[in-house]
């Protein structure tokens, strides 16, 4: 019977061990690398940073704050350490040391072939011996300061629980066999029931990967100890399996959380941004400058209307207008930049290009103007406010980035376009016109989009205030009626005798303009002016401009 039994107990106990024993082994050594990678991301991704904040503040030409950087990856990596004999150091192409948290003792002979395994492609867990001892590292190679970096730890302790687990199931393997091979010299018929229990624990263990199954201890004896010692083994296993679930269980959280973020970032900016910054989140740090289209749209007289609503019904209000608004500049390729109060700050051509940029601009506020008859047609029915806007469009270069703090970033642009923008949009109200567009969007589109079927009227030119040269601004339509048609031809020829002094033949178109559309206010401006310059000419430099002394 002791030999028939034996082996019914030792093989299975064998099985069980070994399979617990690789599966913890593995687990826990693929811990460790993954903890070594991450670490490894983490001194990148911080190296990226600083070597950014280096570039976005034009502070990567000055020496010293390139070693102020390389000192913060230095200390940066410091914190990050977990062992007494975990190195992270950084070698130049050469070989030479060039950063570490602790002297590797790099030897001479020793340089060579670690520079040819950092050479080789495919990197990942590497071995290599330093300081006359194998060591583990992962590296990555910085292109800015020039390095290889390494996250490196000795070999054996590396896999030092790895170890530990082996040494403890060789151990309770030997108590195991040992207290069986005993107890059945002993007491084979006494050992025969619990020792088949133990056996049918063992194998449901097996075969459903059940650790938190326990053998119940009968006897104050060896059979017990043989049952206490199998749950504890059972009990350690577990809960390094509990631990690698949780490890996985978190990362599939952090993606979760990831998609989360996507989801709630498409309120903010488009779809493609986010893209763009998952991909490479440390370019989108990098300032860019372009040449784009910028929209500021505004609610007139906003403050009056604010004082007349009740806060919930202007909230409402806004949310309905906005809702509008916005979809069409997305519609169009844009991007809502900023909410400013009551107004929309939105931009084209960052931080995808199209070649219609300027087009598409135009034809979102021209679009958002329309969107508004609708909007106060519901506003009506409410018995609500109407709302009444003004669009300023400008194209020039800008500098486009993530612009702000750690603490809080915008994705952005700045620059004299910008504010001329924003001019742009104030001069709607002195010219008692919805729309207007600069002069460089009229020539962007003119050599972009001749054939848009746009309808475009001069209306001065004009020096914004803080400038002296002047812009010409337009106002432009879709379609126009046949008064309309009429009467910015004649307006556009009356434009051209005024900057050529022709100040009496101006006059004359402006009011052929006025004919047909009687009360046309940038007509009746221009009819005005004129007269004044004919009885008292302006100097002789004179160029059009009118400066402006307000917004």
């Known amino acids: 019977m002791f030999l028939v039994i034996l082996p019914l107990i030792i093989v299975p106990l064998v099985l069980a061990e070994t399979s617990s024993y690789f599966q913890a082994v593995n687990g826990i050594t693929r811990l460790a690398r993954q903890l070594l990678g991450f670490k490894l991301a983490e001194l990148e991704k911080f190296a990226n940073n600083q070597w950014s904040l280096l570039v976005d503040n034009n502070f990567a030409g000055r020496p010293e704050m390139v070693i102020a950087a390389k000192k913060a990856v230095e200390q940066y990596g410091r914190s990050i350490l977990l062992s007494d004999t975990e190195i992270i150091f950084a070698i130049d192409k050469e070989g030479s040391l060039a950063m570490a948290t602790s002297n590797p003792g790099l030897l001479p ?5 670690l520079l040819r395994t950092l050479g080789e492609e495919g990197q990942g867990l590497q071995t290599a011996v330093i300081c006359g001892e194998k060591r583990i590292f992962q590296a990555f190679y910085f292109t800015p300061f020039d390095w290889f970096i390494l996250i490196s730890e000795k070999e054996q302790v590396f896999f030092s629980d790895a170890n530990k687990i082996a040494l403890q ?25 619990p020792l088949g229990r133990i056996v049918k624990a063992m194998e449901g263990i097996i075969n459903t990967a059940d650790l938190s199954s326990r053998v119940e201890v009968e006897y104050n004896d060896e059979t017990g100890v043989l049952a206490q010692t199998f749950n504890i083994m059972t009990e350690e296993l577990d809960r390094a399996y509990s631990q690698i679930k949780r490890y996985a269980f978190d990362a599939v959280l952090a ?16 779809n493609n941004v986010i893209e763009r910054f998952f991909a490479s989140p440390e370019k989108m740090l990098v300032g860019d400058n372009r ?15 604010s004082e007349g609503m009740a806060p919930d019904d202007l909230v409402n209000s806004l949310n309905r207008y906005f809702s509008g608004q916005v979809d069409i500049i997305y519609n169009r390729n844009g991007i809502v930049d900023k909410y400013i109060g009551d107004a929309i700050m939105a931009i084209w051509g960052a931080p995808e290009k199209h070649e219609d940029d300027a087009l598409q601009s135009v034809l979102s506020g021209l679009e958002m103007i329309d969107a508004i008859s609708g909007f106060n047609a519901n506003q009506k029915k409410l ?29 952005t642009v700045i620059g004299d376009a910008v504010n001329l923008a924003s001019r742009m949009e104030g001069l709607t109200k002195t010219y008692h016109s919805e729309i207007l567009i600069s002069e460089s969007l009229f020539e962007e589109l003119r050599k972009t989009s001749p054939e848009a079927g746009l309808n475009y009227r001069l209306l001065d030119t004009v020096a914004v205030k803080g400038k002296t040269k002047g812009v010409r601004i337009f106002t432009v339509k879709r379609a126009l009626s046949a008064d309309e048609q009429k ?22 178109k402006f009011k052929e303009t006025l004919a047909v559309l009687p009360g046309d206010f940038n007509a009746e401006n221009l009819y005005n002016r004129c007269l004044e310059y004919s009885s008292s000419p302006p100097p002789a430099d004179w160029n059009g401009v009118e400066i402006m002394k307000t917004k």
């Open 109 to 113: 002979s020793e340089t060579a072939p």
């Open 169 to 193: 199931t060789i151990i309770s393997l030997c108590a195991a066999l040992g207290a069986a091979v005993f107890l059945l010299i002993l007491i084979t018929s006494h050992l025969t029931n």
């Open 255 to 270: 993606g979760k959380k990831e998609e989360r973020i996507r989801q709630i970032f498409q309120k903010y900016v488009p």
């Open 291 to 305: 040449k784009l289209s910028i929209l500021f749209s505004d609610i007139r007289s906003f403050t009056t209307i």
């Open 383 to 411: 018995g609500k406010c109407e709302f009444h806007i003004g669009i300023g469009l400008n194209y020039g270069e800008v500098t486009v980035g993530n612009i702000g703090s750690e603490r809080k970033m915008d994705y």
């Open 487 to 508: 009467a910015w031809s004649l307006h556009n020829q009356g434009m051209k005798l005024y900057y050529t002094r022709s100040f009496n033949d101006a006059a004359q």
